[in-house]
């Protein structure tokens, strides 16, 4: 019943900006914390952001930090990610996630981010 829908991703020149969308749905949105995280080809999927339910508290990988920003809007279900000076090596796969209480995680079909010139 957990539906994460994620959008934004694209195609950006190094030092570009995206910002990623994820629209949250049969789930308490507020009362859970969210993450996005990405995948790139041949690597493993990585943390890349966390926010608390309330937006009090984040959390970024290393190679977000002081780039990326991840926020979220309870009134609309919807969990964001600003990126900024944007690398070749940010290139992957976004997905939004979460877990809720006596589930598994859940992730939404992830949006494609390409980095490049």
């Known amino acids: 019943q957990v539906q994460l829908v994620e959008s934004g991703g694209g195609l950006v020149q190094p030092g570009g900006s995206l910002r990623l969308s994820c629209a949250a749905s049969g789930f308490t949105f507020s009362s859970y914390r969210m993450s996005w995280y990405r995948q790139a080809p041949g690597k493993e999927r990585e943390l890349v952001a966390s926010?608390?339910?309330?937006?009090?508290?984040?959390d970024y990988a290393d190679s977000a930090k002081g780039r990326f920003t991840i926020s979220r809007d309870n009134a609309k279900n919807t969990v964001y990610l600003q990126m900024n000076s944007l690398k070749p090596a940010d290139t992957a796969v976004y997905y939004c996630?979460?877990?809720?209480?006596?589930?598994?995680?859940?992730w939404g079909q992830g949006t494609q981010v390409t980095v490049s010139a």
């Open positions: 926010i608390s339910s309330t937006g009090g508290i984040t």
């Open positions: 996630s979460v877990v809720t209480w006596g589930s598994s995680r859940s």
